[in-house]
T-cell receptor
Framework: SAVISQKPSRDICQRGTSLTIQCQVD?????MFWYRQQPGQSLTLIAT?????????ESGFVIDKFPISRPNLTFSTLTVSNMSPEDSSIYLC???????????FGSGTRLTVV | KQEVTQIPAALSVPEGENLVLNCSFT??????LQWFRQDPGKGLTSLLL?????REQTSGRLNASLDKSSGRSTLYIAASQPGDSATYLC???????????FGTGTRLKVLA
């Protein structure tokens, strides 16, 4: 299965600033996803990162707040913009090489906004 | 709309017990179901994946079963150990949806 490197692993940020999270995969993958996990909650899909085109966002998430790039089949970034304390969460990158093999996740980014 | 529920939400057991975690889903038209483990503040580690055509999968002390028609899966952990303490999540993939829907999770604590 794919190996994912996600950076940073954690960060503490001031409100009003932005943070960019990187997800690097050791092999080409068809689909990449970004999830948010708020404290004590399960995972919520933010968007599907599409190579060479705009990301597909889930209901409740917008591009201005969570811009996503995917310049190639092994790399994606998620930016959390104009942060507020409510954005404090774990952000997770996941990939699928073949739906028969399911998801592989990165190690996550623990974000605290103060 | 697919909804996935896990019961119990939290579980505390003494070391050595066999235990069962439950996962229920509302739409039986799934392609596969995946069980994950998550340690506090960390990412998710895949434990087992069951295809819709399968009834169960085993890995070491873990056994996952799937009853698609009733919308249920169980994760059986044999001879639990303190190192098994974590949150366990199930996720279902519906054919053609191109994403997994996650359950609410079960937080397990195994006491030494």
């Amino acid at each position: 299965s794919a190996v994912i490197s996600q950076k940073p692993s954690r960060d503490i940020c001031q409100r009003g600033t932005s943070l960019t999270i990187q997800c690097q995969v050791d092999s080409q993958v068809t689909m990449m996803f970004w999830y948010r996990q708020q404290p004590g909650q399960s995972l919520t899909l933010i968007a599907t990162a599409n190579q060479g085109s705009e990301a597909t966002y889930e209901s409740g998430f917008v591009i201005d707040k969570f811009p996503i790039s995917r310049p190639n089949l092994t790399f994606s970034t998620l930016t959390v913009s104009n942060m507020s304390p409510e954005d404090s969460s774990i952000y997770l990158c996941s990939v699928v090489q073949d739906w028969s093999y399911g998801y592989t996740f990165g190690s996550g980014t623990r974000l605290t906004v103060v | 709309k697919q909804e996935v529920t896990q019961i119990p939400a939290a579980l505390s057991v003494p070391e050595g017990e066999n235990l069962v975690l439950n996962c229920s889903f509302t739409d039986s038209a799934i392609y596969n179901l995946q069980w994950f483990r998550q340690d506090p503040g960390k990412g998710l580690t895949s434990l087992l994946l069951i295809q819709s055509s399968q009834r169960e999968q085993t890995s070491g002390r873990l056994n996952a079963s799937l009853d698609k028609s009733s919308g249920r899966s169980t994760l059986y952990i044999a001879a639990s150990q303190p190192g098994d303490s974590a949150t366990y999540l199930c996720a279902v993939y519906g054919s053609g949806t191109y994403k997994y829907i996650f359950g609410t999770g079960t937080r397990l604590k195994v006491l030494a």
